[in-house]
């Protein structure tokens, strides 16, 4: 938010100043240079703008007095009389530009939008069900070969993250920027568009992650597809030919489209997958183009990843070789594989899930090569909605249908913990050749997973953030 001004936020947001600013102090404050932008009032610092939100845990206004004895910019929904009510009759120092607007999320949008007009070079939005975060920064690694790239950083994805992120665009020179955008909730990706204006766009997979609030597959593809919203007719998009609703869609749109994936009739190609078990390979194809691509991130996803990343490159007039050698060294970011001093190793897949990367976990898993057992621990998986139960039943029947014709199972165990996971569990009911177990104690499940590794084995653990896997990998990996 280098060069930005309380002036200019005022001017932005629409906003009008709460009566606490001395005539002979007005100038200087309105000429004060905000820095960046703070919506937890344990970030804010001097020269941060604090955008309070109300919150479903707190009230972000309740913090303002506070704030304002650190710094001297506030965006806000409430008028003095409310924030002290708010903050138990504390009163406001002075001096400070307590900015009032009908809403603060509306206020930072328009803020992000403002500063996204500012900026001068080309923009990739990255969505998806699956996958756009690691897709994000595979096409990071992969610009990074020849620009300079200003890139999302953790989960700032959502209507209140992605406007925070394009506030940082323009605080560092870059030659392009790639943001990650994320909805749970229809209509969301319009405004997200309409922040980000991306000149490239990339939807990576459609999945039924927040299907509780979009109500179908087709219903999130609409949604994701509403990237392209706020495009110009220069712009392009990217589809996962290997999604089949993605793949429906050839033809359909007003953008410029290119598709990329296994799919031999895509534009952009990966062909001639080899897998081992730390490396993957394929090779690129595009047109005449052929390049050999090797990865030590695991998984066709990942191939998928790196592919629309190595088109992406492609499309801009990159030099690939540099793009490979960059995607080579890319170590992933969520899928960490651990071997232990005990001889077992463990795919630790723990901050989040749904069906789709649960599938592709298990392949993972199931490529890996070991003399011991293969060994899934998968748990619940959140907002899937009414028809939660058959989600994880399909998960089980992906399982399942993995045996069929094998002389074993290629996963020999699976341990389901939690409530929802009991449909997993129940799906392999009829297969005799996986050894299945539920608990709805993780502890317990703990202690029994414990009890069983034995050198040569591979586990995967695989369930949503909140039903916090990790404290399993903590306890198995030392």
Known sequence: MKHINIKTIIEVTGGRLLDKVQPDDMKPLLDTEITDIATDSRDVKEGILFVAFKGEKTDGHKY????????????????EEQIMASADGRALPENVAYILVPSTLNALQKLGTYIRSLYPNKVVGVTGSVG????????TCALSSSLKTFHTIGNMNSQIGLPVMVSRMLDEPSDISVLEMGISMPGEMDRLSAIARPDIAVVTMIGVAHIEFLKSREGIREEKLKIASNMDEEGVIFLNAD????????????????????N??????????????????????????????????????NVLNSLVSMAIADYLGLDLTKVATSLEGFEGLRQKVIRTDSGY????????????????ALKVLKDMNTSGNHIAVLGDMFELGPNSGEYHKEVGAFIDEMTKGEESAVISKVITIGDESRFIDEALAGND????????????ATEYIKGILEPGDVILLKASNGMKFKDIVNEISN
């Not at 704030?67 to 506030?74: D, F, R, S």
């Not at 190793?345 to 592709?360: G, L």
């Not at 299945?436 to 502890?443: A, C, G, R, S, W």
């Open 264 to 301: 031999p009739e895509a534009d952009y190609v990966a062909e001639n997958l080899k897998f081992d078990d730390d490396t993957n390979s394929y090779t690129y194809r595009h047109g005449s183009t052929r390049m050999l691509v090797t990865l030590n991130v695991l998984g066709v996803h």
């Open 243 to 262: 999604d089949p609703l993605l793949w429906a869609m050839k033809g359909k749109l007003k953008q410029k489209t290119y598709f990329y994936g296994t």
């Open 433 to 444: 050749k996986v050894d299945t177990v539920h608990f709805t104690d993780k502890q317990e």
């Open 64 to 79: 303002i007095p506070q704030v304002a004895e650190v710094t001297k910019a506030i965006l806000t929904e409430e008028d």
């Open 132 to 139: 756009k975060t690691t897709t994000r920064e595979m096409i």
């Open 345 to 360: 190793t463990i795919i630790d897949d723990t901050y989040n899930a749904s069906p789709d990367s649960m599938k592709a």
